[in-house]
């Protein structure tokens, strides 16, 4: 299910059309009230949290499985084809994309620094997978296809319930929770965007993707399940707020290098303007999705 923001603006760009036939219907009665084709804030919104997201993956990732000055070249978090230098620290970890470019396989330029510090960790966690474990993100100079990253704050934290210090990955997935502010520079205009999540691995009872606290979660058959709030102000200067609620990305679901959203909701609303709602499904690694507006659904098939 393609995610990106080409994809949304085809979505309101079509849901944009029906409302205009309704409009026409409906003249007569709703001549005060104009018609509702914003699309500026669901491309700001996905950019923002596409980027979010990244940034978290590179972070899960470099923590879990490399040493120092490794390559980052996994399939998540950018799918990185190598040229990033992940360098190591007692309760640090710096990812450095250089100066000329990472290019990674969803054909994404990566520049500058990304800084993790868990040192506020508890309960002897070091590891993302380890409950207690809990880092902060910075960045220096973070610049993705040409648009400056600031990560102003970004927090996540291990919540995962434990008894004793442990869990049973039979009964209990593991969670975090995921506190962010983070503002981009689009088209010489600032975003901003913050969120208050949680995060868990739906399927940590599946071994092959979790095998315990020594051993790093598989993050390319992963499930991961987003609910929590988020708000900011776009590119024309609108606040905005968006709810995430049971937001499933499957990590075996794969087109063009974009990892899908395969159910759940994710509502926004622009200024005052009315409350979009987009319905990725039931599950089905598919590209479908449903786009509402003011009671008019509209069904749509997503191109690469």
Request: glycine letters at 10%; proline letters at 2%; aromatic letters at 8%.
């Amino acid at each position: 299910m393609k995610t990106g923001k080409i994809s949304i603006r085809l979505a309101i760009a079509a849901l944009s059309l029906s409302l205009l036939a309704v409009s026409c219907r409906k003249k007569e009665k709703e001549d005060n009230e104009p018609l509702d084709n914003e699309q500026v804030t669901a491309s700001d919104q996905n950019d923002a949290e596409q980027n979010a997201n990244d940034i978290d993956n590179i972070g899960s990732q470099a923590i879990e499985t490399y040493t120092n000055n490794f390559m980052y070249g996994r399939e998540m978090s950018g799918n990185l084809t190598g040229g990033a230098t992940i360098t190591l620290g007692a309760q640090t970890c710096t990812v450095d994309f250089g100066t000329t470019g990472v290019i990674g396989n969803d054909g994404k330029t990566r520049t500058g620094k990304l800084f993790y510090d868990w040192s506020a960790s508890t309960n002897g966690a070091t590891k993302y997978r380890h409950p207690g474990f809990k880092y902060t993100v910075t960045s220096s100079n973070y610049v993705v296809d040409g648009n400056q990253v600031n990560v102003i704050n970004k927090t996540v934290e291990n919540i995962t319930a434990v008894s004793n210090g442990t869990f049973n990955p039979a009964t209990t997935n593991l969670k975090w929770s995921v506190n962010a502010n983070i503002s981009m520079v689009k088209s010489g205009a600032t975003i901003t965007w913050n969120c208050s999540r949680t995060k868990e691995l739906i399927n940590t009872s599946d071994p092959n993707v979790y095998s315990g606290t020594t051993n790093p979660i598989a993050w390319s058959l992963a499930k991961i399940k987003l609910n929590g709030n988020s708000s900011g102000v776009n590119k024309k200067g609108e606040s905005y707020t968006a709810v995430a609620t049971d937001l499933v990305r499957d990590y075996t679901c794969q087109t063009g290098g974009r990892h899908r959203f395969v159910s759940g909701i994710l509502e926004y609303t622009p200024g005052t303007r009315r409350t979009r709602r987009i319905d990725f499904g039931n599950g089905a690694c598919d590209n479908i999705a449903t786009v509402t507006i003011v009671g008019t659904n509209i069904s749509f098939t997503i191109g690469q």
